[in-house]
């Protein structure tokens, strides 16, 4: 991980994965991370060590705790997507007051949507940047915020899994 410090949003959903390495923390100009639909316990808490992180998404985990005074002192942080996690309720009374930017929860209890026999790849959309599911399966790289990333710079700037390999996004 430490060969790609210039990346600006990597892609990681649906990878079984429980955890990041700690090189993650090296990604220093990291604005996006999509990390959904895997199934981490515990918040990765490299990502709250990331200065330019701007959107995490952390939706379909089984994530209880979250690290809410780390979250609130991320100073570029503005969106992180917790659907469709077991959040503690302390989480759920605690946050709001605390953060500056958008936490996206589910009700208390609710389940993660059926796949509704959609492509593998198919995923649920976010409330700023996509519209619905995408049936055919296709990825969409755009981010929650709806902007584009990677302005600038050289090295890749968006980095996501195919089969067992990390590629690079054109």
Known sequence: MTTFCQLRELHLEGNFLHRLPNEVSTLQHLKAIDLS??????????????????????????????????LAAMPALRS???????????????APPLIKFD?????????????????PHAHPAGDRGH?????????????????????GGGGPKSMRWEGAQLVQDR
């Open 80 to 94: 992180i997507n917790l659907r469709c996690n077991p959040l503690s309720a302390e989480v759920r009374v605690i």
């Open 103 to 119: 936490m996206l929860m589910s009700p208390e209890g609710a389940r993660a949507p059926p796949a509704l026999g959609l492509a």
């Open 37 to 70: 639909r895997n199934q981490f316990r515990d918040f990765p808490e490299q990502l709250t060590t990331l200065p330019a992180l701007e959107t995490i998404n952390l939706e379909e985990n089984d994530i209880v705790d979250v690290p809410v005074e780390k």
């Open 131 to 151: 519209l619905g599911w995408h049936p055919e399966g296709r990825e969409s790289h755009r981010p929650l915020g709806g902007q584009a990333w990677g302005a």
